[in-house]
């Protein structure tokens, strides 16, 4: 059983950053994808970025390629989200989540299936 907590959620102003993290607790083998997801107001939960477990390899969502950035410190068991150059449209709930399907969009919340409750951000102009 993965738990996932989230932290780091904040209120920032247009053009500012934010670092949010994600602390896993359990056992998660290579070969998972690890993402980042955000969920507006009254709107369905959407692909941010997520990474592969195993390669490195990372894919973002085009409304935050090269303003947003995803690793993973192994050692800490931890997940980061670096978000620059923040917008009001990056407002909302952010969670992150595991998969060990490798099929299919990997930035499809659908394909997901363990959760941590969610970090808030709000981004005001």
């Known amino acids: 059983q993965v738990q996932l907590v989230e932290s780091g959620g904040d209120s920032v102003q247009t053009g500012g950053s934010l670092r949010i993290s994600c602390a896993v607790a359990?056992?998660?083998?290579?070969?998972?994808?690890m993402g980042w997801f955000l969920q507006a107001p009254g709107k369905e939960r959407v692909g941010v970025a997520r990474i592969n477990t195993i390669s490195g390899a990372t894919r973002y969502a085009d409304s935050v390629e090269g303003r947003f950035t995803i690793s993973r410190d192994t050692a800490k068991n931890t997940l980061y989200l670096f978000m620059n150059s923040l917008k009001p449209e990056d407002t909302g709930m952010y969670y992150c989540?595991?998969?060990?399907?490798?099929?299919?969009?990997?930035?499809?919340?659908?394909?997901?299936?363990?959760w941590g409750q969610g970090t808030q951000v709000t981004v005001s102009s």
């Open positions: 359990g056992f998660i083998s290579n070969g998972f994808y």
């Open positions: 989540a595991t998969t060990p399907n490798t099929q299919g969009d990997s930035l499809d919340a659908h394909n997901y299936n363990s």
